[in-house]
């Protein structure tokens, strides 16, 4: 079971990119319970939208044994991907070097996010996860923080 967890494991790394958010959410939770066990990390901050999703995805998890984990690390993944054991990663890919991609389980992003950079507000940067462009809006005072929208 370990060595077809690491197999699985080491597949999703290089097919992430080709992943739904909710498929990388599970298979994320899982990989963390199988190797680390219970969460025990503290929740991330309100503005650390990806890594709240991710915390609360390993959180549910609660006692779940490792064995189990990973059985269903494998179990998604087959469902996901039939046949993924006898596939080359690249292939499902979209062809091309598949080295030096490094972990890419962490990688989520939303399916309704199809806003232009150009249109995004301070808001989207946040939801985005992307601190320096926060920072960058605010000190640039290109933007009014008290102005009400119609939300």
Not at 21 to 43: H, I, M, V, W
Not at 135 to 150: H, R
């Amino acid at each position: 079971l370990t060595e077809s967890f690491e197999l699985a494991t080491e597949f999703v790394r290089v097919v992430a990119a080709k992943l739904k958010s909710e498929d990388l959410l599970y298979l994320y939770a899982r990989f963390k319970q199988a190797n680390e066990g219970r969460c025990k990390t503290p929740k991330p901050s309100f503005f650390d939208f990806q890594g709240k999703q991710k915390w609360e995805a390993w959180k549910k998890l609660e006692d779940m044994p490792t064995l189990t984990a990973k059985k269903d690390y494998i179990e998604y993944l087959s469902k996901i991907i039939p046949g993924w054991q006898h596939q080359e990663a690249r292939d499902v890919n979209g062809g091309g070097d598949t080295a030096g991609l490094g972990i890419a389980v962490s990688r989520m992003v939303c399916e309704d996010d199809d806003i232009d950079d150009c249109d995004k507000t301070v808001f989207d940067w946040c939801k985005d996860g992307n601190v320096d462009k926060v920072k960058t809006c605010l000190n640039e005072n290109t933007l009014n923080v008290d102005k009400l929208d119609e939300e």
